[in-house]
């Protein structure tokens, strides 16, 4: 066995958002706070920073999470690491072992067929909403994204990349709660593909093909065209469908 920008925790507590970036290929992980965040409480703090590294999979599913080695890693307290994994398990990425601790929430077949069923449902709708609300400037930073995605020249940053994109478009149509299920959708899609990314699909990994996606995407929010935003991302999360299964070895 996904960018966006995972957002802190508690609205409008707590806004910073931290851009996700690909696990270091040296296998080691970031030893920082994340940058940018200095204006919320420690437990904020670590709690995106440990969201930050599952989302990655520099944590991995099924890991098991020592507090006193986190708490060294971001030189602060057992206090502020515990709340977070606390709020991490509220949002079941963490799971709490009676007298053992807390493991990463692993990801089974189950829970990947699941995810991708859900987007299903709700990523048209969510995305046919943000072409209706969307505003030139937050076009203009697709864009831009789009571009970074184009110009990656490894299969990890592509995937961060494109749940990047994804968050974006979501933003953009209001925060509902289908966007937040959704956030937290994409959060473990990332997980999936960052994990399978060297396991290829039915017809192998085709980039040119999410290219196509986004630039097909990207000109339906230009035109506010709810209906085709829609249809295009009801059609790609079908794509995506069949290459999950496809690299579990099943078939539509």
């Known amino acids: 066995m996904n960018v966006q920008p995972i957002e802190a925790r508690g609205g409008a507590r707590a806004t910073t958002s931290v851009t996700l970036v690909a696990p270091p290929k040296n296998g ?24 930050d590294d599952i989302a990655n999979v520099r944590l991995q599913p099924g890991e098991t999470i ?33 007298r053992k601790g807390y493991v990463v929430r692993p990801l089974g077949f189950e829970d990947v067929v699941e995810i991708f069923a859900l987007r299903a449902v709700l990523q048209p709708p969510v995305f046919a909403e943000a072409a209706r609300r969307r505003l030139p400037h937050q076009v203009m930073q697709l864009r831009e994204i789009w571009s970074r995605f184009e ?6 940053s592509e995937v961060v990349i494109g749940q990047q994109f994804n968050m974006s478009v979501t933003e953009m149509a209001g925060p509902t709660r289908a966007v937040r299920i959704l956030h937290g959708l994409f959060l473990e899609s990332q997980r999936f593909w960052l994990l399978s990314r060297h396991v290829p699909g039915p017809d192998g990994w085709q980039k040119a093909d999410d290219l196509s996606y986004y630039e097909r995407l990207l ?3 230009e035109r506010g065209d709810a209906d085709a935003a829609g249809q295009v991302a009801a059609e790609y999360v079908g794509v995506l469908q069949s290459r999950v299964l496809g690299s579990m070895g099943l078939h539509t």
Not at 28 to 43: D, F, H, M, N, Q
Not at 74 to 94: I, Q
Not at 151 to 156: H, L
């Open 28 to 51: 080691t992980a970031a030893s920082a706070l994340p940058p940018g965040t200095e204006g919320l409480s420690l437990t904020d703090r670590v709690y995106l920073a440990i969201k």
């Open 66 to 98: 020592i507090e006193p080695a986190l708490a060294e890693r971001f030189g602060v307290s057992k206090t502020p690491v515990r709340e977070a994994l606390r709020l991490l398990a509220h949002e079941d990425l963490v799971l709490i072992l009676p």
């Open 151 to 156: 110009a990656a020249d490894d299969r990890a």
């Open 219 to 221: 000109d339906t929010l």
